[in-house]
């Protein structure tokens, strides 16, 4: 009769091995020299050696040799390496501890020097401030003043450059009535031409009854959009009757083909030229003068430059100001951000760690990103960028990285591990645009067992 003995000290119906009486318990292997397990009752005296003792096969159906000790041996030996690796990556990271506080230190001096430093700025910052606001009460009322006798003198410029324009036209029409008909408009400018109303075409008719001054104020006016835009295009010569009157002759060959009437125009246009020449000596040059506003007056100008070098002072001396504050808060980012235990991963801020595969060249950048590079070249992929601490700072968490094709935005986690040097030890993508590396660095080692049973876990057994 098969049953099932559960010795008090074993528990593990070792009186029975593999009978249907103990087919739900466990066969204890010593495994002296290596490490003690647990086997499936089901599976002692079934012709292979489970336990590396070969207490598992002892019905003589098959000889099991004891590899224990080698086992053990092997064992103790990698456990060592482990261990060596384990005491230098924790003592790196007692380095790392001692270089952070020391760095922290040193920030928490500069921070106050920072602080002192800008209390004093203030002071001269408020007696630059003042001195611009002194130096540009004087310029703005000199600058304005200055302005308004421009704008005075530019107006009065232009009623005169205008005045010409009109007496330029009272001569051209006067000479060539035929310039502004309904017919000579329409054939020049088209539709345009047929914005002058009746009453303007009588008074053309009429010129000569009208006087300069009259021309100049009522139909000028009205008129002259239409004349530069005719004038605009290129002249040619008014159509008229031929007449008998002869000319002397000093003009050149092409004079000779113009009628009577036609020379009395071009005549008259070239004396119109030698008269506005005379009215305006500098006149090739006066539209452009004239809307061109001259130097300062030496007082005005001597005003302006005290001001604009108070303000570039002021300008300066903002600049160097606003580079101090923009430090003093690198400062207190770096003082109040968390760098996990002992602060020690600050050792870590500022630097990267590459690896590559078959595909891509991954770069982790700790506090900062996370980014991938194709192999054979092209631009970086944001896959994350410093987000949190999560898992008791063993796992780095980077997102909002560069968004994925119809999906979400990339994010990556960073897995802690003992090492004794930084080292990215793989990349993955477990989920569509969720990646996860390994990273081995000495910021996560802790206090290494004393020994290879300690490290193992192993006492009777070794």
Known sequence: ?????????????????????????????????????????????????????????????????????????????EAEKQIIALRLGFEKRQGYIETVKTRKAEKLAALAALDTQLKDLE?????????????????????????????????????????????????????????????????????????????????????????????????????????????DIPAHAPTAAPTEESHT?????????????????????????????????????????????????????????????????????EKRFSDLENEKNGLKHWLENDYGPDSVFAALEGECF???????????????????RPKDGGSDTGLGKWGSWEDNYTTMFFNDGARCWNGPARSTKVLLECGAENHVGSASEPSRCEYQMTFQTPAVCTQPPQNVSDHLGLHDEL
Request: with cysteine; aromatic share 6%; net charge negative.
């Open 123 to 231: 002071n001269q910052k408020a007696i630059l401030t003042q001195t611009r606001d002194d130096a540009e009460a004087p310029e703005t009322i000199a600058v304005q003043k200055f302005k308004e006798a421009w704008e005075a003198t530019k107006a009065e410029r232009e009623q005169l450059l205008e005045k010409s324009h009109a007496e330029d036209a009272f001569r051209a029409i006067s000479a060539d009535p035929h310039l502004l008909s309904k017919e000579n408009l329409l054939e020049k400018l088209g539709k345009e031409g047929e914005t002058l109303d009746e009453e303007i075409h009588e008074a053309i008719h009429r010129l000569s009854d009208i006087t300069l001054d009259v021309f100049t104020t009522d139909m000028w006016p009205k008129i002259k959009e239409v004349y530069k835009k005719l004038r």
């Open 354 to 372: 590459e690896y590559t595969d078959r595909e891509y060249t991954y770069r982790v950048c700790p506090f900062d990103k996370v980014v991938q």
């Open 1 to 77: 009769m098969d049953i099932c003995v559960v010795d008090a000290l074993q528990h593990d119906g070792s009186d029975e091995p593999g009978t249907p009486a103990c087919s739900q318990g466990f066969f204890h292997c010593a495994n002296r020299g290596f490490r003690s397990v647990d086997i499936p009752s089901s599976r002692v005296n079934d012709g292979i050696c489970d336990c590396c003792d070969g207490s598992d096969e002892f019905d003589d159906k098959i000889t099991c040799t004891n590899e224990c000790i080698e086992m053990g041996k092997q064992m103790r030996e």
């Open 249 to 317: 002759t000093t003009a050149s060959a092409d004079d000779d083909h113009l009628d009577d009437y036609e020379k009395e125009y071009d005549e008259d246009r070239h004396l119109d030229e030698e008269n506005k020449e005379d009215d305006h000596p500098d006149n090739d040059n006066f539209q452009e003068d004239l809307n061109k506003m001259p130097e300062y007056d030496p007082e005005t100008k001597a005003l302006v430059d005290a001001a604009e070098k108070a303000r570039r002072e002021l300008k300066d001396f």
